[in-house]
Every structure is written in C-alpha cells, then in structure tokens.
C-alpha cells in the first residue's frame, strides 16, 4: 500500500511539474533569444568603412535579400560595387547580396568612447561558418581568414591594424558559470528543506551531496550544452525532460540512502525539493543566459 502511495504522489507531483513548466513555455521559437556575432572594431580604419560577413553559397543558391534598395542606393559608389560584386571562390557579402535565411544587421557599427566600433549581426540566417570583410569609403578591401561561430552568441574583437580576430566566447567558462551558479543555489535551497524535513543528520549529509552533485552534472551536461549552442529556448525544453528524470531518480535515491523517519516522508522531501529547485533553476535559465553571452 506504501508503495502505491508513493508512487501515485510521485506521478502526480511530477505531471503537475510538466504542466507547469509547459504553460509558461513560449509559443513560437521565434519568440527566444536568436543567433548572434559580436565584432568590436579595435583601431578601425579611419574615416568610414563598411562591415560585412562572408558566407559561403552554392552557385545558384535562392538568397533573401536583407538590405532594402534604399540602404544599397545610401552605400558610395566604390563600396556598393565591391560589395555587389564580391566573390571569393562562393564566399559571398551576407548582408549586402543576401542570405539563404534571413539576416539582420548594419554595414556600418556603433563608435563607443574608447574609439572602438561595434558590429552585431543576428537572428536565424547568422551564418557558423563566416569571414569579416570591410571596405573604406575609397573602395578597398581586408579580409580575415575563415572564422566558426562555435556557440549560439559569439563575440569577436578584431583588429582591424593586425588583422588579427580572436574569440572571446569561452565555452569551458560558459560550463563552469552554470554549474557553478545551479548547485550552488540548488544545495542552499534543498539543505534548508532537508532541515525542514528533519533529515539534517550527518549520516544524511553525505548522500544529499553525493545525489545533488551527480544531477547537477548532468543537468548541467544536458540543459547547459542546449544552452550555449541552441539558445534558452532549447534549454527550456531540455530542462522540462531533465527534471521529470532528476524527479523520479531522487525520489528513489532519497528513499533508499537518507536516515530518519519512513519512506513515504523521504520522497516527499525529495519531490519538494525538487520542485523548489525546479523552479528556481527555471528562472535562472534566462539569467544565465544573460551572464553567458
């Protein structure tokens, strides 16, 4: 009869999680955060220069085009000709002759006070494979060799008197700042339930930490790579199914491990917990996302 008990309340506690969780999803994934670059100019060239990406196209490719004719017609002379006529063996200006999927983004950039430019291109046609390519008022061309966008945002600071463009997404430190930030919270949060529960013994301290370091690996693993590579939309969806299966294997782990009272109080404390922790790592989705990139 125990059994049934805990499994019913286990059932049920964990639809009403998904149902929850489901509600407040977005409608449309066009609705979340979208792909994006980030170049800082450092020691741009003086006077106007214009900043485009290099996407490699198929011949015959179908392109949508996402400069209106009024933006091309504003552009010198020298520098819409180059532009328009750009073709390194496929490698084709994005902005400027179009892209296979919509891209938004400026071919000039923001000056900031330190002298430096910034460029950003973004949403689904942001390309991750790509080249920078900049051409000044007069009609001449640099181009950096061929750079990947390995997570979902990138930012990239380019040197425009070296040439040189390096990466400053760092996908190790994206890892570690989850990780970090979702155990962190999650042991203060279900420590001080653990004590609620009357199962904060020393014979118990050992299990929980050994329980919510194994979950946090993985939520971290699953959820945290959608994250940096797919955005938090994806790692909305993920996190849904993560939790529905940290539920159950708590659950069970807490039942078997923890010291203290009845089986039935162990689950309930582990499917409180959970859903606390659930909750604040749902929120914290949007927050790390913010401190990733």
């Known amino acids: 009869m125990k059994c049934t008990n805990i499994h019913r309340t286990l059932t049920l506690l964990a639809s009403l999680l998904l149902l929850s969780l489901v509600l407040v999803l977005p409608v449309s994934a066009d609705m979340g955060p979208k792909p994006q670059i980030t170049i800082t100019v450092v020691n741009p060239p003086e006077g106007e220069y214009y900043l485009d990406l290099l996407e490699w196209q198929n011949p015959g490719d179908q392109v949508y085009s996402n400069l209106t004719d009024d933006e091309l017609a504003a552009l010198p002379e020298p520098v819409r000709t180059v532009l328009d006529g750009y073709n390194d063996g496929g490698w084709r200006p994005a902005l400027t002759v179009g892209t296979r999927i919509p891209l938004f983004g400026s071919l000039t950039g923001e000056r900031q006070d330190d002298g430096t430019v910034v460029h950003r291109f973004s949403y689904h046609g942001t390309p991750s494979e790509y080249r920078i390519i900049v051409v000044t008022a007069d009609g001449a061309v640099t181009t950096t060799d061929t750079l990947e966008r390995e997570a979902f945002r990138q930012t990239i600071t380019y040197d425009f008197a070296t040439g040189e463009a390096t990466n400053e997404t760092s996908i190790p430190l994206a890892y570690a700042t989850q990780f970090a930030m979702t155990c962190t919270c999650t042991l203060l949060l279900e420590g001080v339930l653990l004590w609620a529960f009357g199962f904060f013994h020393r014979e118990n301290l050992l299990p929980f930490f050994v329980i919510n370091l194994v979950t946090q690996i993985g939520l971290t693993a699953v959820t945290g790579t959608t994250l ?40 309930v404390y582990s499917l409180t917990a959970n859903l606390a922790s659930a909750a604040m790592g749902w929120l914290l989705i949007d927050v790390l996302f913010g401190m990733i990139f």
């Open 228 to 267: 940096i590579y797919s955005g938090s939309f994806g790692a909305y969806m993920v996190f849904i199914l993560c939790e529905i299966v940290i539920f159950i294997a708590e659950a069970v782990a807490c039942a078997l491990w923890l010291k203290g009272h009845g089986r039935v109080r162990r689950v």
